[in-house]
């Protein structure tokens, strides 16, 4: 199959995937009354000090203006052309429309994610081969306490010691995002945004210490979403190691007098990528449920602001629909450019091309 | 029996199996063990003090800030977990299995278009799942309020609705309904139906299954007396290391809010202010020590027995 026909593939069934869940979505909505779908056409800018009275009307003309009261088919048609659009609705418990709130948001999920694979994803590889090529050994054995230890310890227990650890006793990391001084910084005009990442902003920006200060509330966050991940991604490497020692090509090579090094690392581990990213394609959804619970934990003003804050206080479908349709796009991003990267890696797929 | 034999031969599984029936017969017996006065209150000790009394007589593992017993939480709790954790898991599991072997059995595109539909449920992460049914049922109580037409409420008002949400519960049943569970339920079946799926397809090209369809018993028959028996195992580890998972996860979302409370995330919540205080945790180690360690407990006894009986129905594992 060429890369071609793997991605429009690949987009194909995304596609149809984002269908599907909108389709539930929206048609569990359904069994609630005209006026909670009325919420997600809201104008944006909805007079703050309403009277009751004036916020049924606004409701009702909703409900004449978009037809809410249409089969299933015409509504769904009418609200995804919505949704392709831009208009996403305006949630009243975070005063923003719900769009623009997540777009702004990305950045900060995106940086804590970017730094937790940066540690991880490297650190597991390692830690896989080392223990797979000296099965049972000691580096073996203390390989797979700390790995089942780390997927014992579930995140919400990890962050608690890590909060009472670094941030109340040491001092050394802080939850959030940015320090109060610096906050006010880079809401200001002077300040530039080039990735949306603060700790890089900040070199940009010659201000090496917000860069800093970015690092240090990132820690946290960050380190409590690798350990988790490692462990997974330790484990694969290492079960596919170990199979890959028993293949024909790895003895061949060993009697050919190939260093067990270069075996290890240049051809077993070659074949050992396809699994992990296998597993990482159909994980993402819960990865990224795990981003965001270590986001909240840690009060890191990342996208899941958007979905976990607007549940205080008023009823707000448009922030509960947006976030979920978001981090399925999101999903979905992750899970096509992981497919075509494996094309690419693997030798089995990449002939072909 | 070799499976036994080899089940009982690691004491990594003795051990699973060990915290398992601890877990259970705490539950079972939780009347017993913190047995609750004639009004169903849990029991408080009396102190006017608002801080956290360490473990002394009438509470055996301390007292939370309300001076509720953690022992209490602690044991009625397990019950709670179990109940979701098993719970859940069973409907996951039915699910999987029936939409997995329904789809391999009917074959060809049917098959692929089945089991395409399940890898939809794939990009779905369970907390936008949770974040969604709990705005829902915001969103149904506030539309009953609407209905029965209180008067003079403004839109600030509906803030107020956890004094009415006890008066709403009787009229919508599924306002009953935890949103994590529903989340669970329909988001966390896809693995099921995967594996089970895999295991059907294969089972379909072997001979029995082949020697029952030309001898001429009814499909349905073939499914439930061939098929599913013989696919059923690694599903069935699954589930075991998911019991605890579910819990492990549903603990925390009720820790950061998502989803109904349970004993557990609550006590920790309710002890929040004094394990993050200068040297709290160490001072005050029973409002963070027992709940955290009973909940790790839970997702490695449930771990354990799942890995165990992957290790001993799979000799070949590479665990070994």
């Given at each position: 199959m060429s890369l071609i026909r793997r991605l429009s593939f690949s987009i194909l069934r995304s596609v149809i995937t984002l269908f599907l869940i909108t389709v539930i979505l929206y048609g569990t909505l359904m069994l609630t009354p005209p006026e909670t779908r009325a919420t997600l056409y809201m104008p944006k800018n909805p007079s703050p000090h309403m009277t009751e009275e004036q916020y049924e009307n606004l409701l009702q003309q909703m409900i004449v203006k978009y037809h809410l009261d249409d089969p299933f088919p015409a509504q769904y048609m009418r609200w995804a052309g919505n949704l392709l659009k831009g208009n996403w609705g305006y949630s009243p418990n975070l005063q923003e429309d719900v769009f623009t709130a997540l777009l702004r948001r990305l950045p900060a999920t995106l940086e804590l994610t970017f730094y937790a694979v940066l540690i991880y994803f490297p650190l597991g590889l390692l830690s896989g081969v080392l223990s797979g090529t000296r099965k049972s050994s000691i580096t073996d054995r203390l390989f797979r306490t700390t790995a089942f230890v780390a997927t014992s310890l579930t995140p919400m227990v990890l962050a608690i010691i890590m909060i009472v650890v670094f941030?109340?006793?040491?001092?050394w990391f802080a939850p959030g995002r940015l320090s109060y001084a610096f906050t006010s910084l880079v809401e200001s005009d002077e300040f530039r945004t080039y990735t949306g990442f603060l700790t890089i902003d900040g070199f940009l920006n010659k201000n090496p210490e917000l860069s800093l200060d970015a690092f240090r509330h990132l820690a946290m966050p960050a380190l409590t979403l690798a350990f988790a991940q490692w462990a997974i991604v330790g484990r694969i490497t290492r079960t596919t190691i170990i199979e890959e020692n028993q293949k024909e090509y790895i003895t061949a090579g060993r009697a050919r007098g190939i260093r067990e090094r270069t075996l290890a690392w240049r051809y077993a581990l070659g074949n050992a990528a396809a699994p992990v990213l296998t597993h990482t394609m159909l994980t993402a959804a819960s990865l990224m449920t795990n981003v965001f619970v270590v986001e909240t934990i840690f009060n890191y003003t990342g996208l899941s602001t958007v979905g976990v804050?607007?549940?205080?206080g008023l009823a707000d479908a448009p922030s509960a629909m947006g976030f979920a349709i978001y981090c399925i796009i999101l999903v979905l991003l992750i899970t096509t450019t992981l497919d075509l990267l494996k094309a690419v890696i693997d030798p089995r797929l990449r002939e072909s091309f | 029996m070799a499976v036994l034999k080899r089940f009982f031969s690691r004491w990594q599984n003795w051990l699973g199996l060990f915290i398992v029936t601890v877990f259970v017969l705490m539950a079972i017996f939780a009347p017993l063990l913190s047995p609750k006065d004639p009004d169903g209150r849990p029991p408080l000790v009396q102190s006017h003090l608002r801080i956290p009394q360490p473990p002394g007589p009438g509470a055996p593992l301390g007292t939370l800030p309300d001076q509720s017993s953690i022992y209490d939480a602690l044991v009625w709790g397990t019950r709670d977990a179990l109940k979701f954790g098993v719970g859940v898991t069973a409907i996951i599991f039915f699910i999987g299995i029936f939409v997995g072997t329904l789809a391999a059995f009917l074959g060809g595109r049917t098959n692929s278009l089945l089991m395409g539909t399940t890898d939809a449920f794939l990009a779905f992460p369970v907390i936008a799942g949770v974040v969604f049914f709990t705005q829902l049922r915001m969103i149904m109580l506030s539309n009953l309020l609407l209905e029965t037409d209180f008067a003079n409420f403004s839109l600030d008002s509906i803030q107020g609705i956890g004094i009415l949400e006890t008066l709403f519960l009787q009229l919508n049943p599924f306002l009953r309904l935890n949103p994590a569970a529903v989340a669970f339920a329909l988001f966390l079946w896809v693995p099921y139906a995967r594996v089970m799926n895999a295991s059907v397809m294969r089972l379909k090209r072997v001979e029995f299954v082949l020697a029952a369809k030309v001898s001429g018993v009814k499909n349905f028959r073939v499914m439930l007396r061939h098929l599913i028996p013989n696919a059923i195992a690694p599903v069935l580890v699954m589930a075991a290391t998911d019991v605890g998972a579910l819990v492990v996860l549903q603990t925390t979302f009720a820790y950061i809010g998502l989803g109904d409370s349970t004993p557990w995330a609550s006590a920790l919540l309710a002890g929040r202010d004094w394990i993050f205080s200068p040297k709290g945790i160490i001072e005050y180690w029973w409002v963070f020590v027992p709940i955290t360690v009973a909940l790790i407990l839970f997702g490695i006894g449930w771990n354990l027995l799942g890995d165990g009986l992957i290790d001993a129905m799979n000799p070949r594992s590479v665990e070994n």
């Open positions: 941030y109340i006793s040491l001092r804050k607007s549940l205080g | -």
